[in-house]
């Protein structure tokens, strides 16, 4: 099996790629572009990354701060999770009972 190209994330948006070599976005979006089954795979372990914080009694905008993405993608990858019926229950912290 042979491999392509390790692409690296960019971390300029595709417009100032575009002003800086003189192109245009699409052609920069078209030559950088994650392969699907990479962008897939880091989606699914960032989901369940997601879930697995949450069982631990995180909330929605601490999961958000430590996984470095908005409030509101947490929140729509746990009300997904609900629907497809992946089990949402926290698990208690290991501190005794008063």
């Not at 002003?19 to 989901?47: I, K, P």
């Not at 993405?69 to 501190?95: H, M, N, Q, W, Y």
């Amino acid at each position: 099996m042979t491999q392509g190209p390790r692409r690296e994330r960019r971390t300029a948006t595709a417009r100032e790629l575009a002003d800086r070599f003189g192109v245009s976005e699409r052609t920069v979006l078209r030559m950088v572009a994650e392969e699907r089954a990479v962008y897939e795979s880091r989606s699914r372990q960032r989901r369940d990354r997601i879930v697995e914080l949450h069982r631990q009694g995180l909330k929605g905008y601490e999961i958000a701060r430590e996984l470095s993405v908005s409030t509101g993608l947490v929140s729509t990858r746990l009300k997904e999770a609900r629907s497809a019926g992946v089990d949402l229950t926290r698990i208690p912290s290991g501190g005794g009972s008063r």
